[in-house]
C-alpha cells in the first residue's frame, strides 16, 4: 500500500523557516518524480515544487523561488521542502505528492494527508 506522510509543520512567524519532510512507503521511490502542493485557506491547489526521480531537476512556483528549497533522499524514502523567509501568505496545508512518471510528466497518484503550516505573528 502506497503510503506519504508529511511532518514538520507547525506555526512560525514571519521571516522563520520550517522543513517538512514526507516520508514514503509501498513504492519504489527513488522512481518517481515528487512534489509538493498546497492549498491555502479557501484557496485552491498550487503546485510549490517538483524534483524528479534522481534529484537531479527541480522547478518551484514564482511565489516561492528563492525561498524554498526541494530535495529528497531517495536513500531513506524521504521528500523534503526546507522553506525559509515565510511569508503569512505561506499560510496552508501541504501536501507531497508521487508522479506517476520519473520526470515529472503527467499527473499525480497519490497524495499524503497534509501538514498545516501557519505563518503568524
Known amino acids: 500500500e502506497v503510503q506519504l506522510v508529511e511532518s514538520g509543520g507547525g506555526l512560525v512567524q514571519p521571516g522563520g523557516s520550517l522543513r517538512l519532510s514526507c516520508a514514503a512507503s509501498g513504492f519504489t521511490f527513488s522512481s518517481y518524480a515528487m512534489s509538493w502542493v498546497r492549498q491555502a485557506p479557501g484557496k485552491g491547489l498550487e503546485r510549490v515544487s517538483t524534483?524528479?526521480?534522481?534529484?537531479?531537476?527541480?522547478s518551484y512556483a514564482d511565489s516561492v523561488k528563492g525561498r524554498f528549497t526541494i530535495s529528497r533522499d531517495n536513500a531513506k524514502n524521504t521528500l523534503y521542502l526546507q522553506m525559509n523567509s515565510l511569508k503569512p501568505e505561506d499560510t496552508a496545508v501541504y501536501y507531497c505528492a508521487k508522479f506517476w512518471s520519473a520526470n515529472g510528466l503527467g499527473g499525480y497518484d497519490y497524495w499524503g494527508q497534509g501538514t498545516q503550516v501557519t505563518v503568524s505573528s
Open positions: 524534483i524528479t526521480s534522481g534529484g537531479g531537476s527541480t
